[in-house]
């Protein structure tokens, strides 16, 4: 089984493409349950953000998944998978790896470094866990991945360097000091939005959400305050800034809403704001792709080169844990073998020399197996480091060719293993 991911992001496709094939919920649970019950697929997860819909998977045969996953990004959003076809981005085996550590990293991001996508791809994964559809290597990349990313998030600049899609849509809003905001949502980035919106010396701020207690809550933490879902439209007038990311899926604030000058920044896939406020006077609307066209966030520096360089250390040390993993099961059967003939020959020992007392047997067998060991140490020893370059499967496959090991019994031992 290899890795392999399919998807679109901001990168191969327009944002307005990516608002239309974005997934949550059921409809994501229902893609994730169907990709797995592919006949090439064993693990299957899918991210899901306003960035990206990628599906991530392990998978037996390379063209006939790629296919299905295709096909099936097109049934589940709705989209002819024609019109979707040049925007998919394909990467697998080792590439796949590299993606992903780089996705976790927030070098893929829309704003570069930005810290969010921790968050999403660990969401990702729990979700699939939940459902049953990842198993052990799917689990442990990821894992390794969201590791890789902490690593950058820690031991680097790249959070400077990449400011949240908030900070950098509001960048474009001028001086926030004195300006009334309205926050419409209460999730991971509405909460993030809040936040920085009250960092900034936004002092008036008010939160609305569709689950009045969870709104009341962020509100207090920046303290605003909360109002239900149906005073959005009455909140407006009042408001200078107005944020949204509610995952409703629909337009929560249209044209006929507004009546003054605002500054609107919609983070939400699909859009939460009707994009034809843009012809009311006095308005101002900044989307994703408004930020994606900015190019706020997207530049190369010291930062982004060090994360870089980690991922491609990181990289390296993945795949030589995995190749030297994958010759793991044929040394153990090779020891295994090895340890049959030694028991074997001392039985036949024992019956020609009968007479041998128990410690003579204790000695002879010690002598046996030292001999037997010493003899496969040093290949063994070199088939793992050999097994960490490029066709190192090669040596495992030569190990079972020269000794004549049953092809069944590494299988037996990696199944173990799992």
Same mark, same amino acid.
């Given at each position: ?27 994501l ?9 592919d ?30 996953i ?70 442990e ?30 960048a ?16 991971? =980035?509405? *909460?993030?939005? &809040?936040?920085? %919106?009250?960092? @900034?010396?936004?002092? $008036? #701020?008010?939160? !609305?959400? /569709? ?22 439209a ?22 006929? =809403?507004? *009546?003054?000058? &605002?500054?609107? %920044?919609?983070? @939400?896939?699909?859009? $939460? #704001?009707?994009? !034809?406020? /843009? ?36 990289l ?56 037997v ?16 370059c ?29």
């Amino acid at each position: 089984m290899s890795v392999l991911a399919v998807g679109l992001s901001h990168r191969t496709a327009p944002v307005a493409l990516l608002e239309r094939v974005s997934m949550t919920g059921e409809a994501l649970v229902k893609l994730l349950h169907d990709v797995r019950q592919d006949s090439c697929v064993a693990e299957a997860m899918v991210i899901s953000t306003c960035n990206r819909v990628e599906v991530l998977v392990t998978a037996d045969r390379f063209h006939a998944a790629v296919t299905a996953i295709t096909d099936l990004l097109g049934v589940h959003s709705g989209v002819p998978v024609e019109e979707l076809r040049p925007h998919f981005f394909v990467h697998y085996e080792e590439r796949a790896v590299e993606h992903l550590f780089s996705v976790v990293c927030g070098l893929d991001s829309m704003v570069v470094g930005e810290g969010q996508i921790l968050g999403q791809v660990r969401q990702a994964l729990k979700l699939a866990q939940r459902q049953g559809t990842v198993g052990a290597t799917l689990n442990e990349l990821v894992q390794q991945a969201l590791r890789v990313g902490k690593r950058a998030h820690h031991e680097t600049g790249i959070d400077k360097h990449g400011a949240s899609l908030v900070s950098a849509g509001l960048a474009l809003a001028g001086d926030l000091t004195g300006r009334r905001a309205l926050v419409v949502g209460a999730g991971s =980035m509405s *909460s993030l939005a &809040a936040v920085t %919106l009250a960092r @900034a010396g936004v002092t $008036d #701020i008010t939160v !609305a959400n /569709r689950t009045f207690e969870r709104g009341a809550r962020l509100a207090e933490s920046v303290g605003g305050r909360a109002v239900g879902f149906g005073a959005v439209a009455g909140e407006l007038a009042a408001a200078d800034i107005v944020i949204t990311c509610t995952g409703a899926g629909r337009h929560v604030i249209t044209p006929g =809403m507004l *009546s003054g000058p &605002a500054f609107l %920044l919609d983070l @939400a896939l699909p859009h $939460d #704001i009707d994009p !034809a406020v /843009r012809e009311v006077p006095g308005v101002t609307l900044v989307d994703l792709e408004t930020i994606q066209e900015s190019g706020i966030g997207s530049a190369e520096g010291d930062a982004v080169r060090t994360v870089r360089d980690l991922v491609a250390g990181e990289l390296r040390a993945y795949l030589d844990a995995e190749r030297a993993a994958k010759v793991t099961p044929t040394v153990v059967a090779l020891r295994s073998k090895a340890a049959n003939v030694v028991e074997s020959e001392l039985g036949r020992l024992l019956m020609r020399v009968p007479e041998l007392d128990e410690r003579a047997r204790d000695e002879v067998a010690m002598t046996v197996q030292r001999v037997v060991d010493k003899l496969l140490h040093e290949p063994t020893v070199r088939v793992k480091q050999l097994a960490t370059c490029p066709g190192g499967d090669h040596y495992a496959e030569a190990l079972r060719e020269l000794f004549d090991l049953d092809p069944k019994m590494p299988e037996a031992v990696r199944e173990v293993e799992l």
